[in-house]
């Protein structure tokens, strides 16, 4: 096997807050394969956008690291300063896109102002080079005539072509890692479609890593090549993208798995799960999932359940004795 | 469903909002008939005017033309007292439970204002009665009613504001988006409860949601929206099974399965055109796979065809 790009050790990350220490991430073990797009899924809260903002060391102030390791090729990137991290990996080496591309843009500044920033600070040249990088960061989203798309303002564009200036403005310093923060949700369907499609071509194109974070369970299907299962700040299941749907084995990763809509749903053979995702300052002990686990034995109230491999690229973190 | 009475109608229905660059018609002439104890689902893109189109059926906006019947009587000129009885018989409920519900008021406070407001129950201990009995039926506890909002979950809040929606005993509910802001495994639970509920009081829905999947699930009967304008309607089953109009086709491929041997293939391309300057005669026809030289000249008019209502030139043929 390769060596992974991302490799994420026991990480422990917590926020202070008024009311106590919010566990946040409670060792996360994490593999991302070079070359791949590896879903990160879980429910509202789960840590997994921490976790991708971790990555690029961008903290809030309340926010302590606990413990572990953020190996990117080797390098430890939480023994880095901020300086190193911004010199050395964001924008050239990691790169990311967020939820809401209204947001992520600078509404005063032109296109070109915007994407030619980014290329001044990662990949100084002449000007008449940048402006051809950035047509051809534009022409590989596939967005039609870029020359003047450049002279627009954000507010001009729809939702879809923001979150495709976004990607350009990401792939303009060719980073090896792209983290995808729910890039889609809030896009409707047709442009989710269009972006999806893009995403993909390009992956292959260039050969670029994907870490790709959401909720959506669909868009996981359309996506992915590996998926990894967060509950509560851990990773209860890794597993190919086939087998997440075909055989999941944590008892967590079946519910969301048999909660997703599909056309064979209707109201009544709809899943519900019970109980629901608990609140991180005092969270339950042992493995976060048990007090809504049909399969709860008293260990699982003890001991954090580890990743062990059930089969060659499939992890489960679960004191269940039957894992398949 | 076991009747077909017509409860909501709305007969060519348009709303226009002037803005600087030019009249926006957000509803163009929509005509829909709401069946009594069916869910009907409307689906679109951003934009497409559902939130506009139900806020006129409901009179929270004045509507630009048309006429909307209610139980055979028409509403399109009540007057504020009319309105505040009409209020009563058709309710809504929002997609964010977090901005619906008043952050500085107990959850108390919160559901005891339509009881006031219609004065549908008199006195603290008269009212406390009703919201127990509110809360109850939605799967929460008397104790939740000395709580404020922020002290509840996304998918509680989201049955507090389903339960102040139905505390007024409406005949209608309509619900936007309520699901949205909710995570999967909650949004199951409220769609049931939502069910159940129908069921019970014997209400009917009119749902509006951009996700597909959802639709599918819930409604009876769905609808299609494109820049204002209806373009299919009809049972949901026949819906996804044929759709008919190129726009429901383009619409219901780009909806992602949850199906790892399925991906999506012919996407819709292109994106929705300004609503300011809406292309002329049917106006999915720059995006259209299948358009003819009449779609640019003609907007075509809503045919029935099997069952089904489709408004596009392909079906005029006869």
Do not use: W
């Amino acid at each position: 096997m390769m060596s992974p790009i991302l490799d994420i050790n026991d990480l422990y990350l917590s926020f202070s807050t008024e009311e106590g220490e919010l566990e946040a991430i409670n060792g996360l073990n994490l593999e991302v394969e070079q070359g791949k797009i590896h879903g990160l899924i879980g429910e509202t809260g789960c840590g997994k956008s921490v976790t991708g903002r971790t990555v690029l060391g961008l903290f809030d102030s309340n926010t302590m690291i606990k413990g572990g390791e953020i190996l990117y090729n080797g390098d430890d990137l939480l023994s880095k300063t901020q300086h190193e991290l911004q010199r050395d990996y964001r924008g050239n080496e990691i790169a990311m896109i967020f939820q809401d591309p209204g947001s992520s843009l600078n509404p005063v500044f032109k296109i070109e102002d915007q994407l030619d920033e980014v290329l001044r600070i990662y990949q100084p040249g002449k000007k008449a080079e940048r402006r051809k990088k950035m047509i051809a960061a534009l022409n590989a989203v596939k967005l039609p005539d870029p020359e003047r798309l450049l002279k627009k303002y954000p507010h001009q564009l729809s939702g879809g072509m923001k979150q495709r200036v976004m990607i350009a403005l990401n792939l303009a310093c060719q980073p090896s890692l792209l983290i995808a923060d729910e890039p889609t949700t809030a896009l409707d369907v047709s442009i989710q479609a269009q972006f999806i499609n893009v995403l993909k071509e390009l992956q292959k194109e260039i050969d670029i890593t994907i870490l790709y974070i959401t909720h959506d369970m669909a868009v996981v299907s359309e996506i992915c090549d590996q998926v990894s299962v967060m509950y509560a700040g851990r990773i209860v299941e890794d597993v190919s993208m086939e087998d997440l749907f075909n055989k999941p084995v944590h008892p967590y990763s079946k519910l969301l798995v048999s909660s997703v809509l599909g056309p064979e749903t209707n109201i009544d053979n709809l899943v519900e799960i019970s109980g629901s995702v608990p609140r991180l300052i005092n969270p339950p002990p042992g493995c976060r999932f048990h007090p809504r686990c049909e399969h709860m034995k008293p260990e699982c109230k003890e001991e954090p359940p580890v990743l062990k491999e059930v089969a060659p690229g499939h992890q489960v973190a679960c004191f269940k004795e039957d894992l398949s | 469903m076991n009747s077909t009475e017509v409860i909501l109608q709305a007969d060519k229905i348009q709303k226009i909002f002037p803005s600087k660059e030019g009249d926006v018609r957000a509803v163009d002439g929509v005509n829909l008939d709401l069946i009594s104890g069916e869910v009907f689902g409307l689906v679109g893109e951003s934009g497409c005017g559902k939130s506009t189109l139900s806020r006129l059926l409901l009179r929270l906006l004045d509507s630009s033309g048309g006429s909307i019947k209610f139980k055979g009587e028409d509403i399109t000129g009540f007057d504020k007292k009319q309105l505040k009885m009409l209020r009563r018989q058709m309710s809504l409920v929002f997609q964010d439970p977090h901005t619906s519900l008043n952050p500085r008021m107990t959850i108390y406070d919160n559901l005891a204002r339509p009881f006031k407001v219609h004065n549908l129950a008199e006195g603290r201990e008269e009212i406390t009665v009703e919201i127990v009995r509110l809360l109850k039926s939605m799967g929460l506890q008397a104790e939740h009613m000395i709580r404020y909002p922020h002290e509840l979950s996304g998918g509680q809040k989201q049955r507090v504001v389903v339960a102040r929606a139905l505390a007024v005993d409406p005949e209608v509910v309509f619900l936007d988006e309520p699901t949205s802001a909710l995570d999967v495994s909650v949004q199951a639970k409220i769609l049931k409860l939502l069910a159940k509920i129908k069921d019970e009081k014997d209400l009917t829905y009119f749902f509006i949601s951009h996700d597909i999947n959802l639709i599918r699930v819930i409604s009876d009967r769905i609808g299609v929206m494109y820049l204002g304008r209806m373009v299919e309607q009809g049972e949901v089953a026949g819906m996804f099974k044929e759709p008919m109009h190129p726009y429901t086709r383009g619409l219901f491929s780009s909806v992602p399965e949850p199906t790892p041997a399925r991906k999506l293939d012919s996407v819709l391309m292109g994106e929705v055109p300004s609503p300011v300057n809406p292309p002329s005669g049917c106006h999915f026809h720059p995006r259209c796979p299948e358009k003819m030289a009449i779609c640019e000249q003609e907007s075509p008019v809503f045919n029935y065809r099997q069952g089904r209502k489709v408004a596009c030139h392909l079906y005029n043929l006869d």
